[in-house]
């Protein structure tokens, strides 16, 4: 288990704000650096007195979220609309959900 552990630190020792910032690119005479989303996670256990009664696991998700362009001295943050539609669409079925039985509790 503690070699498990110690090739996880190894493998993610360089996990930060790097992971989330891509390097800039040209593209169509414009600068534009990568954003993401990145989150990840790990855990394990076991149960004491019994032999081979532990396991672990792990997952981890990478949200394109757009790009930071700079055309000139200008920067500017341009959203990625499809991911941006796949947040925004359960929030606003949710809130329509809530008004709706808040109306109903309302004129009962």
Same mark, same amino acid.
Request: glycine share 20%; with cysteine.
């Given at each position: 288990? +503690?070699?498990? @552990? +110690? *090739? #996880? #630190?190894?493998? @993610?020792? =360089?996990?930060?704000?790097s992971r989330a910032?891509? *390097?800039?690119?040209?593209?169509?005479?414009? $600068? /534009?650096?990568? /954003? +993401?989303?990145? *989150? @990840?996670? @790990?855990?394990?256990?076991? $149960?004491?007195?019994? $032999?081979? %009664? *532990?396991?672990?696991?792990?997952?981890?998700?990478?949200?394109? #979220?757009?790009?930071? !362009?700079? &055309?000139?001295?200008?920067?500017?943050?341009?959203? =990625?609309? &499809? /991911?941006?539609?796949?947040?925004? &669409?359960?929030?606003? %079925?949710? #809130?329509g959900g809530a008004? !709706? !039985?808040?109306?109903?509790?309302?004129? %009962?």
């Amino acid at each position: 288990m +503690a070699d498990t @552990f +110690a *090739s #996880l #630190l190894e493998a @993610f020792k =360089n996990v930060g704000v790097s992971r989330a910032y891509g *390097s800039p690119v040209q593209l169509g005479g414009e $600068e /534009v650096i990568p /954003v +993401a989303l990145v *989150s @990840f996670g @790990f855990g394990g256990g076991g $149960e004491a007195g019994q $032999e081979g %009664a *532990s396991g672990g696991g792990g997952g981890g998700m990478v949200v394109p #979220l757009g790009v930071y !362009r700079k &055309v000139g001295d200008q920067v500017a943050f341009r959203p =990625n609309t &499809v /991911v941006a539609l796949v947040c925004v &669409v359960p929030v606003i %079925a949710v #809130l329509g959900g809530a008004v !709706r !039985r808040a109306i109903r509790a309302a004129k %009962a």
